[in-house]
Protein backbone atom coordinates (compact mmCIF):
# COMPACT_ATOMS: atom_id res chain seq x y z
CA UNK A 1 0.00 0.00 0.00
CA UNK A 2 1.61 3.23 -0.91
CA UNK A 3 0.59 6.62 1.23
CA UNK A 4 1.24 9.94 -0.26
CA UNK A 5 1.34 12.42 2.72
CA UNK A 6 3.22 15.59 3.08
CA UNK A 7 4.15 15.62 7.10
CA UNK A 8 5.22 19.24 8.60
CA UNK A 9 8.43 19.00 10.23
CA UNK A 10 9.49 21.55 13.24
CA UNK A 11 10.87 24.42 11.22
CA UNK A 12 13.60 24.91 14.07
CA UNK A 13 14.83 21.96 13.00
CA UNK A 14 16.62 23.08 9.97
CA UNK A 15 17.82 26.41 8.69
CA UNK A 16 16.21 26.28 5.38
CA UNK A 17 13.60 23.68 4.32
CA UNK A 18 15.15 20.71 2.36
CA UNK A 19 12.10 19.56 1.30
CA UNK A 20 11.81 22.26 -1.02
CA UNK A 21 14.61 22.28 -2.94
CA UNK A 22 17.18 19.28 -4.96
CA UNK A 23 19.93 20.04 -2.92
CA UNK A 24 17.95 19.86 0.23
CA UNK A 25 16.59 16.49 -0.90
CA UNK A 26 20.31 14.96 -1.69
CA UNK A 27 20.87 15.77 1.82
CA UNK A 28 18.11 14.13 3.20
CA UNK A 29 18.62 10.91 1.12
CA UNK A 30 22.59 10.23 1.39
CA UNK A 31 22.45 11.42 4.82
CA UNK A 32 20.26 8.89 6.15
CA UNK A 33 22.19 6.54 3.81
CA UNK A 34 25.46 7.38 5.34
CA UNK A 35 24.32 7.93 9.11
CA UNK A 36 22.37 4.21 8.67
CA UNK A 37 25.60 2.65 7.14
CA UNK A 38 28.52 4.23 9.05
CA UNK A 39 26.56 5.55 12.45
CA UNK A 40 26.03 9.26 14.30
CA UNK A 41 29.90 9.28 15.29
CA UNK A 42 31.50 8.49 12.25
CA UNK A 43 29.49 10.93 9.77
CA UNK A 44 30.32 14.06 9.43
CA UNK A 45 28.50 17.07 6.99
CA UNK A 46 32.31 17.12 5.07
CA UNK A 47 31.96 13.44 4.10
CA UNK A 48 28.57 14.44 2.72
CA UNK A 49 29.42 17.13 0.80
CA UNK A 50 31.64 14.68 -0.73
CA UNK A 51 28.80 12.48 -1.42
CA UNK A 52 26.98 14.60 -2.71
CA UNK A 53 30.06 16.75 -4.88
CA UNK A 54 28.97 19.88 -3.31
CA UNK A 55 30.71 21.94 -0.69
CA UNK A 56 30.28 21.90 2.98
CA UNK A 57 28.84 25.20 2.99
CA UNK A 58 26.22 23.70 1.36
CA UNK A 59 25.04 21.35 3.56
CA UNK A 60 25.34 24.03 6.45
CA UNK A 61 22.78 26.43 5.03
CA UNK A 62 20.45 24.01 5.77
CA UNK A 63 20.91 21.87 8.85
CA UNK A 64 22.95 23.80 12.24
CA UNK A 65 24.55 20.13 12.48
CA UNK A 66 24.29 16.61 12.16
CA UNK A 67 22.22 16.19 15.17
CA UNK A 68 19.45 18.06 13.60
CA UNK A 69 19.87 16.11 10.52
CA UNK A 70 19.44 12.99 12.54
CA UNK A 71 16.25 14.87 14.16
CA UNK A 72 14.49 15.79 11.07
CA UNK A 73 14.97 12.36 9.64
CA UNK A 74 13.70 10.51 12.63
CA UNK A 75 10.66 12.88 13.28
CA UNK A 76 9.73 11.95 9.46
CA UNK A 77 9.42 8.10 10.38
CA UNK A 78 7.59 8.79 13.27
CA UNK A 79 5.28 10.90 12.06
CA UNK A 80 5.00 8.08 8.85
CA UNK A 81 4.36 5.64 11.08
CA UNK A 82 1.71 7.76 13.29
CA UNK A 83 0.10 8.30 9.67
CA UNK A 84 -0.16 4.59 9.33
CA UNK A 85 -1.38 3.78 12.35
CA UNK A 86 -4.29 5.99 12.38
CA UNK A 87 -5.15 4.96 8.54
CA UNK A 88 -5.07 1.58 9.27
CA UNK A 89 -6.90 1.20 12.55
CA UNK A 90 -9.54 3.83 11.00
CA UNK A 91 -13.08 2.77 12.13
CA UNK A 92 -12.14 -0.46 13.61
CA UNK A 93 -13.44 -1.73 16.90
CA UNK A 94 -11.69 -4.51 18.16
CA UNK A 95 -8.63 -3.03 20.02
CA UNK A 96 -7.11 -6.63 19.61
CA UNK A 97 -6.72 -6.28 16.15
CA UNK A 98 -5.75 -2.32 16.35
CA UNK A 99 -2.76 -3.76 18.73
CA UNK A 100 -1.98 -6.25 15.99
CA UNK A 101 -1.85 -3.61 12.86
CA UNK A 102 0.28 -1.19 15.07
CA UNK A 103 2.78 -3.71 15.95
CA UNK A 104 2.96 -5.06 12.57
CA UNK A 105 4.03 -1.52 11.20
CA UNK A 106 6.54 -0.71 13.88
CA UNK A 107 8.30 -3.82 12.65
CA UNK A 108 7.32 -3.38 8.87
CA UNK A 109 5.11 -6.12 8.77
CA UNK A 110 2.41 -4.06 7.39
CA UNK A 111 3.09 -3.39 3.28
CA UNK A 112 3.81 0.14 2.72
CA UNK A 113 5.90 2.62 0.41
CA UNK A 114 8.17 5.73 1.63
CA UNK A 115 6.40 8.12 -0.50
CA UNK A 116 6.34 11.74 0.47
CA UNK A 117 9.53 11.63 2.08
CA UNK A 118 13.34 11.66 1.94
CA UNK A 119 13.91 9.90 -1.43
CA UNK A 120 15.22 6.96 0.05
CA UNK A 121 13.70 2.79 1.06
CA UNK A 122 11.92 2.42 3.33
CA UNK A 123 14.15 -0.25 5.08
CA UNK A 124 16.92 2.95 5.08
CA UNK A 125 15.07 4.77 7.28
CA UNK A 126 13.61 2.07 9.83
CA UNK A 127 17.16 0.69 10.25
CA UNK A 128 18.07 4.15 10.88
CA UNK A 129 16.09 4.94 13.55
CA UNK A 130 16.86 1.56 14.90
CA UNK A 131 20.26 1.74 15.18
CA UNK A 132 21.05 5.67 15.57
CA UNK A 133 17.06 6.88 16.77
CA UNK A 134 17.74 6.69 20.51
CA UNK A 135 21.15 9.12 19.75
CA UNK A 136 18.26 12.18 18.72
CA UNK A 137 17.34 11.95 22.76
CA UNK A 138 20.12 10.73 24.63
CA UNK A 139 22.60 14.09 24.54
CA UNK A 140 23.20 16.92 27.02
CA UNK A 141 20.52 19.34 25.35
CA UNK A 142 17.71 16.76 25.92
CA UNK A 143 15.99 19.31 28.10
CA UNK A 144 16.39 22.35 25.32
CA UNK A 145 15.70 20.31 22.56
CA UNK A 146 12.43 19.20 24.50
CA UNK A 147 11.30 22.46 24.86
CA UNK A 148 11.84 23.07 21.37
CA UNK A 149 9.45 20.19 20.86
CA UNK A 150 11.75 18.12 19.03
CA UNK A 151 10.40 15.08 20.11
CA UNK A 152 6.38 15.65 19.95
CA UNK A 153 6.15 13.30 16.97
CA UNK A 154 7.28 10.43 19.17
CA UNK A 155 5.21 11.79 22.34
CA UNK A 156 2.16 12.02 19.46
CA UNK A 157 2.58 8.52 19.04
CA UNK A 158 3.43 7.17 22.29
CA UNK A 159 -0.03 8.75 23.12
CA UNK A 160 -1.61 7.38 20.26
CA UNK A 161 -0.76 3.63 21.02
CA UNK A 162 -1.05 3.80 24.38
CA UNK A 163 -4.57 5.04 24.00
CA UNK A 164 -4.83 1.52 22.39
CA UNK A 165 -3.52 0.02 25.17
CA UNK A 166 -6.39 1.85 27.63
CA UNK A 167 -9.43 0.49 25.54
CA UNK A 168 -8.15 -2.94 26.27
CA UNK A 169 -8.19 -2.39 29.89
CA UNK A 170 -8.95 1.06 31.08
CA UNK A 171 -7.80 0.43 34.63
CA UNK A 172 -4.01 0.06 33.17
CA UNK A 173 -1.99 2.48 34.87
CA UNK A 174 0.77 2.22 32.96
CA UNK A 175 0.12 2.90 29.28
CA UNK A 176 2.22 5.27 28.43
CA UNK A 177 5.74 3.35 30.28
CA UNK A 178 4.95 -0.18 28.63
CA UNK A 179 4.02 1.84 25.14
CA UNK A 180 7.79 3.91 25.20
CA UNK A 181 8.96 0.40 26.69
CA UNK A 182 7.69 -1.46 24.10
CA UNK A 183 9.30 0.70 21.20
CA UNK A 184 12.17 0.95 22.19
CA UNK A 185 12.01 -2.37 23.22
CA UNK A 186 11.80 -3.19 18.99
CA UNK A 187 14.87 -1.13 18.40
CA UNK A 188 16.78 -3.01 20.26
CA UNK A 189 15.93 -6.56 19.70
CA UNK A 190 15.58 -5.85 16.00
CA UNK A 191 19.57 -4.93 16.10
CA UNK A 192 20.14 -7.81 19.03
CA UNK A 193 18.65 -10.06 16.29
CA UNK A 194 21.01 -8.88 13.66
CA UNK A 195 24.18 -8.27 15.35
CA UNK A 196 24.08 -9.14 18.92
CA UNK A 197 21.80 -12.77 18.44
CA UNK A 198 22.71 -14.62 22.04
CA UNK A 199 20.66 -11.36 23.99
CA UNK A 200 17.83 -12.50 22.13
CA UNK A 201 15.41 -15.45 20.89
CA UNK A 202 15.16 -14.34 17.00
CA UNK A 203 19.08 -14.79 16.31
CA UNK A 204 18.73 -17.83 13.96
CA UNK A 205 16.04 -17.03 12.00
CA UNK A 206 15.94 -13.48 12.12
CA UNK A 207 12.77 -13.47 11.51
CA UNK A 208 11.34 -9.72 12.53
CA UNK A 209 7.44 -11.12 13.11
CA UNK A 210 8.86 -13.19 15.93
CA UNK A 211 9.64 -10.04 17.58
CA UNK A 212 6.22 -9.08 16.99
CA UNK A 213 4.92 -11.95 18.62
CA UNK A 214 7.44 -11.54 21.98
CA UNK A 215 5.79 -8.07 21.67
CA UNK A 216 2.32 -8.82 21.67
CA UNK A 217 2.74 -11.54 24.19
CA UNK A 218 4.52 -8.38 26.76
CA UNK A 219 1.82 -6.23 25.80
CA UNK A 220 -1.36 -8.53 26.43
CA UNK A 221 0.59 -10.13 29.69
CA UNK A 222 0.90 -6.65 30.99
CA UNK A 223 -2.60 -5.12 30.02
CA UNK A 224 -4.01 -8.50 31.89
CA UNK A 225 -2.26 -7.11 34.83
CA UNK A 226 -4.85 -4.96 36.63
CA UNK A 227 -3.92 -4.41 40.21
Known amino acids: MNW ?15 AHSD ?3 SILKHGAIMIEKMGLEEFTFKKLATKMK ?6 YRYFENKHRLLLY ?8 I ?12 DPHKKLDIILDILMLEAEAELVG ?5 IQVLHKLVMKEGSKSYLTNHVTEDNKNQ ?24 YARSLTSTVLEMAHHQYFFMHNLPRLTDFGRAKDATEIVNFLRHLVIASLSYSR
Open 82 to 93: EYQCVVSTNNMK
Open 54 to 59: TNESSV
Open 150 to 173: FFKPYKDLCARIAAVFLEINPKYK
Open 73 to 80: LVDWYWQW
Open 23 to 25: VGR
Open 117 to 121: GPDIG
Open 4 to 18: QIQIQLNEKLFLRDP
